[in-house]
């Protein structure tokens, strides 16, 4: 979508997380880990089953280290929510 004043809004799809290191950890949270996977300069936010993973950094388009949140036992599903991208359009 580009806006009347030629400024380009782009949504982006979620990208896939291949790898998670550390895969497991205690229910307090607190483990570092890495998270690998593609496209990740635009990422605004780290969740494990919607908990917010607080701080995180982005260390490259390809690596994000976190702390894990406290959660229950059992697998948590690791995701990275990217919202928006703003660029310059060729318009």
Do not use: C, K
């Not at 605004?44 to 894990?68: C, H, K, M, N, Q």
């Amino acid at each position: 979508m580009t806006t009347g004043g030629g400024v380009a809004y782009t949504y982006l799809d979620s990208r896939p997380v291949t790898v998670v290191t550390l895969d497991s950890g205690p229910v307090d949270g607190g483990n570092l880990v890495v998270i690998t996977g593609t496209a990740f300069s635009y990422t605004t936010g780290v969740t494990f089953d919607g908990t917010p993973a607080l701080p995180f950094r982005v260390a490259s388009d390809t690596e994000i280290d976190t702390a894990v949140p406290a959660g229950s036992p059992g697998p948590a599903n690791a995701a990275r929510n990217v919202i928006w991208q703003i660029g310059s359009s060729g318009h």
